[in-house]
């Protein structure tokens, strides 16, 4: 059973930090691609980082460029979202996400979804 268990929200003054986990199970880690997406309320899912399992290749949505880094630990199957320089815009529900392949940047483009972690920054 493939199961994507995210952790490491909370609630945060603008400027501070906060890094969240995504421990992976179920599937071969190496072949797939995480992906970190967010919903904050009214608005739609967006892609905020993913990574490449196998070669290590990354993106990083324009708003969070120079803030937010994404790294992965494949002998935990763990992939980490840290998040430095936080900003009331980026409250939302974190979502982390897999999809089989090379990096990708759309919701539809991930097969196996967990469940979200909350993330607020207050001003």
């Known amino acids: 059973e493939v199961q994507l268990q995210a952790s490491g929200g909370g609630l945060v003054q603008a400027g501070g930090s906060l890094r969240l986990s995504c421990a992976a199970s179920?599937?071969?880690?190496?072949?797939?691609?995480i992906g970190w997406f967010r919903q904050a309320p009214g608005k739609e899912r967006e892609g905020v980082s993913c990574?490449?399992?196998?070669?290590?290749?990354?993106y990083y949505a324009d708003s969070v460029k120079g803030r937010f880094t994404i790294s992965s630990d494949n002998a935990k199957n763990t992939v980490y979202l840290q998040m430095n320089s936080l900003k009331p815009e980026d409250t939302a529900v974190y979502y982390c996400?897999?999809?089989?392949?090379?990096?990708?940047?759309?919701?539809?483009?991930?097969?196996?979804w967990g469940q979200g972690t909350q993330v607020t920054v207050s001003s």
């Open positions: 996400a897999a999809r089989q392949g090379p990096v990708g940047v759309y919701v539809d483009e991930y097969h196996y």
């Open positions: 990574i490449s399992s196998s070669d290590g290749s990354t």
């Open positions: 179920g599937f071969t880690f190496d072949d797939y691609a």
